[in-house]
C-alpha cells in the first residue's frame, strides 16, 4: 500500500516500476512509455530504431541515415582514418562508409 507509483493509468510499488525490458530502475524518474509499458531510454530508443550505429547511444533530434543506420553527426565517420562524414560525399565499399581520399587510396 505504502511507497506506490501511480505512471501509466496503473499504480505501481516502487521496486515494480522498472524497464520492461531490463528491469532497471528509471534515474530520476524519467521512462519512456511503448504499447502501455514502461521503458528506459536505451530499450525505447531500441524498439523505436533509434540507436547510433556508431556509439550505441539513443538518437535524440537529426541524425544521418546511412548504409541502413542512423548515425549522429559526430559519429558518422570515415572507415579508414576516422574523418567525420556528415559535411559531403562518401564513398561505399562492402558496406562500410569512407572520404573520398581514402577510397581511392584503397581501391583505385
Known sequence: MANTIAAL?????TECF?????GC?????Q??????EPLCSTHYHAAQGSICAGCQQPIVGRCILALGNRHHHACF???????QLSEGAFM???QKAYCKPCHVKLYM
Open 25 to 29: 530502475a528509471f534515474p530520476g524518474g
Open 9 to 13: 493509468n496503473k499504480s505501481w510499488h
Open 92 to 94: 561505399v565499399n562492402k
Open 31 to 36: 521512462f519512456y512509455e511503448l504499447g502501455g
Open 77 to 83: 565517420k570515415c572507415d579508414f582514418c576516422n574523418k
Open 18 to 22: 522498472t524497464c520492461n525490458t531490463c
